[in-house]
């Protein structure tokens, strides 16, 4: 297995919601990564989970929570999101931390 | 920390024309650059990537090269075809760096007028 996937493909939840994203990898790498991106613009990186220590971005809000069940899963827990969070949520692997990183299709998140 | 800019933030080219784009990054222990392609509504993929002991990297039409002493790197595409249009992000990191991410340049778009 070669790739990044990512469930739901689409999600529109209202601001009092509680949802969550998921991210799986079978190709044994050992650092996992969330990322959001608005239109025209790169990936911000959220969170890093690798060497089974989690790295946050300071600036990422609370309403943001990452969990990691295991070595192949990287999930991102939604709540109390708000309208300016609503954008493509993309998902990366790689081998080790700062190598290359395999992106999944996203999750594109619509908050009302 | 490091920071990288590229250049230019839109592309137009006609097709079957050459299309470069440009990127400077600030930290000079960087030593791994890739570059990812995204298309409109898609995933970003690794097209090419090059790493800082060596200059230049050809994958068919799409080339790679890296200054390492004015720290700047550029993606070459040659004979550019309409599938060619997205958006083109570069990126640098340190290998080997446990603690260190790769950082993105703000992207181009890449139009293929026909």
């Known amino acids: 297995d070669t790739e990044v996937t990512q469930t739901p493909k689409h999600l529109v939840m209202g601001m009092t919601n509680k949802k969550s994203l998921k991210c799986e990898q079978h190709m044994g790498h050992r650092a996992m990564y969330w990322y959001k991106q608005k239109a025209k613009k790169p990936p911000e990186l959220m969170f890093v989970y690798s060497y089974e220590k989690l790295s946050i971005n300071e600036s990422v809000p609370s309403r943001f929570s990452p969990e990691c069940p295991n070595s192949s899963l990287l999930n991102l827990h939604l709540h109390a999101l708000q309208p300016e969070d609503s954008a493509l949520y993309l998902c990366?692997?790689?081998?080790?931390?700062?190598?290359?990183?395999?992106f999944g299709p996203g999750t594109r998140l619509l908050v009302l | 920390g490091e920071n990288v800019e590229q250049h230019p933030s839109t592309l137009s080219v006609q097709e079957g024309d050459s299309a470069v784009i440009k990127c400077t990054y600030s930290d000079s222990a960087s030593n791994y650059f890739p570059w990812y392609k995204q298309e409109l509504g898609k995933r970003p993929q690794l097209i090419i990537d090059i790493r800082s002991n060596v200059g230049e990297k050809k994958d068919q039409r799409i080339a790679v090269t890296l200054n390492k002493t004015a720290k700047h790197f550029s993606l070459h595409i040659t004979e550019t075809q309409p599938e060619d249009s997205a958006v083109y992000f570069c990126a640098a990191s340190i290998l080997g760096n446990r603690d260190d991410k790769i950082i993105f340049g703000k992207g181009t778009r890449l139009h293929i007028l026909p």
């Open positions: 990366a692997s790689s081998r080790y931390r700062a190598e290359t990183q395999y």
